[in-house]
Every structure is written in C-alpha cells, then in structure tokens.
C-alpha cells in the first residue's frame, strides 16, 4: 500500500511540520506501508492550487489514502473531493470545510490559553506583552485567540494587535519571525513580555533582541516544543516552549488511514483532537526526549514515481 502525504512546506523548512511527517511515516512503516510525499508550500504563489495538483497526481497514481495538512480551511478542497470520488480516504490535520474520511486537530485554543498562564506565573499583573501572530492557519489563528483570551485572564496587558500585517509572521520560518520581532521592538521601546507564536519565530525573535541589545529584556514562550527551542530555554533565552508531541500527532494520522484505507472503517468524517501536551520549562529540558529517540527517522521518498 501507498499512502500520499501532501506537507505545506518545503522538506526542511520547519522542524515541527517534518516532524509530523517523521511520526506518520514510522507508525505507517510498522504496517508494511510506504510513504510518499509531495511538498506544496503554502508560501509558493501558486498554492494552494500546488496542494490540488498533488491530490490529482495521487488519484492518477491510485494511491490508497491521502493525508493533507490543512492549512486554510477552503485549501486543497478540489483534490481532496477527486479522492474521496475515487474511493480514497483523505485524512486531514485540522479540520476543513469540505467533506473529508476523518481529521485531527490542535487543542490550539486551550495551548494558547496555557502558554499565556504560564507567561503570567513570571510577570508582574498589568505587564505590558507583545506577541507575534502568525500566516493565518486555521491551528495559528486559533493559538492566537487563546492566547489573547488567556492573557485578558491572567491580567496582563497586550500592547499590540497579533492580525496587524506588521507583526504577523507569514513566512512561519525564523527569518520571519527576527524580522516581525524587530518591528516589535521598533514600536514598542520597553517590553516584559513577547509571545512568538511558534519556536521558529521565537528563534528569528531571540536575533532580533540580540541584535538590538535587548536580549534578557523580556520574558518569551512560544509552541511546539522543538529541539532549538527546548535548547533555547535551557540557555536561558526563552522561558519555556509548548510540546504538542508533534510526531505523536503524525502518529495519530498513520492511525486514521489503517482504519481507513486497511480495515476498511468508514469513520463519517470523524474528528478527533491531539493531546493538549504541556510546557517544557528550564526545570523540565532535563527529562525532555528528542524526536529522533521517540521514533525512527527516515528520508521522506519525495514524489509519486515507481
């Protein structure tokens, strides 16, 4: 059997989507089944139609299920209803507006409302915060509404608007995020605290604090749980990084198509949630397990061919 995942990045671009990729492709492996991958970058000027074109190439090549990464909720809906036409599962992460075999989602509010609590365990009540949006993905735009609602809890005070164009990292890589983070510092000449929304840009932000003299100034959280981010926080330049146990949600994936495309399960569009995960801390980096001991790493096999 051939399962086809189609990834909304490049092959290398960021750790956290390689990873669910990684976490798909072992626990297919365990069952004999092999794992194609088609790269259709979100960011390319030509998605999400490369996402749709990805989708048909599979229906032609008669794969036996396909699992997309959904990143806005309308995206790749033309392939995806080919397949299913076809008789071929489509497995997604986050849910889409289109009739699909089953998904998986980001408790991606709950992770936003978390990450701001634990933000507010270090910070004075009334601590002037900044935070970093993201490309407007249907699990970003999410991550930011909790994390909005969670900081009005906790009493501290956003100073900036995560949507305004100016502060939205929309590349989801760390150049990005030192580029928006420097904006950020730019307007806002005394800061407590800054949410990136994901450890790439927390990256390209803890550059841009570098860069202008005000690292150690502020007090950083950011999602995903990463290996440059878990190392960020053991050298003391962020205070803690969400693990959302990014292979185990590949994993979940890889579930979905054995019911699916193996055991023949129709799962009515089920929908399914990932674990919720919990904040890597200084005190946790020592207990924390790379990806790579989690689960095996293989090359993905890039492309359809024989």
């Known amino acids: 059997m051939r399962v086809l995942y189609v990834s909304p990045m490049e092959y290398g671009a960021n750790p956290a989507v390689d990873a669910v990729g990684q976490g798909l492709q072992s626990r297919l ?23 749709d074109a990805a989708m048909l190439a599979g229906v032609d090549a008669g794969v036996d299920a396909m699992v997309v990464w959904v990143v806005t909720p309308d995206s790749a809906a033309v392939g995806a209803a080919a ?28 992770h936003g409302v978390y990450m701001a609590e634990h933000l507010a365990t ?10 970093i949006g993201g490309p407007g993905s249907v699990d970003d735009d999410e991550l930011v509404l ?12 956003l100073v900036n608007d995560p949507e305004d164009a100016r502060y939205k990292n929309v590349t989801d890589v ?8 420097l904006n950020v510092l730019a307007d806002f000449p005394r800061l407590d605290g800054l949410i990136p929304y994901n450890d790439e840009t927390m990256l390209g932000a803890v550059a841009a604090l570098r ?52 055991r023949q399960e129709d799962l009515g569009g089920l929908c399914i949630a990932g674990p919720i995960g ?18 095996p790493y293989q090359a993905f096999r890039l492309g359809l061919e024989l």
């Open 211 to 262: 860069e202008t003299g005000r690292l150690g100034e502020v007090a950083m959280v950011s999602r995903n749980g990463t290996p440059a981010a878990v190392q960020a926080v053991r050298d003391g330049l962020s205070a803690g990084t969400w693990d959302v146990d990014v292979t185990g949600n590949g994993q979940q994936l890889a579930d979905l198509v054995i019911r699916a495309a193996v």
């Open 146 to 157: 909790g994390l909005q609602r969670g900081l009005r809890l906790a009493g501290l005070h």
């Open 278 to 295: 919990h904040m890597i801390t200084p005190e946790r980096t020592a207990h924390w397990e790379p990806w790579e001991r989690r689960i």
């Open 29 to 51: 492996a365990e069952h004999g089944i092999e794992l194609r991958v088609i790269c259709a970058d979100f960011r390319d000027k030509d998605w999400p139609g490369t996402a």
């Open 174 to 181: 760390a150049e990005g995020g030192r580029q928006k983070a």
């Open 83 to 110: 397949a299913m036409r076809q008789g071929i599962p489509v497995i997604t992460l986050e849910r889409p507006h289109y009739p699909v075999s089953a998904s998986i989602v980001y408790p991606n509010f709950n």
């Open 122 to 131: 270090l910070l004075p009540t009334g601590a002037d915060v900044a935070m």
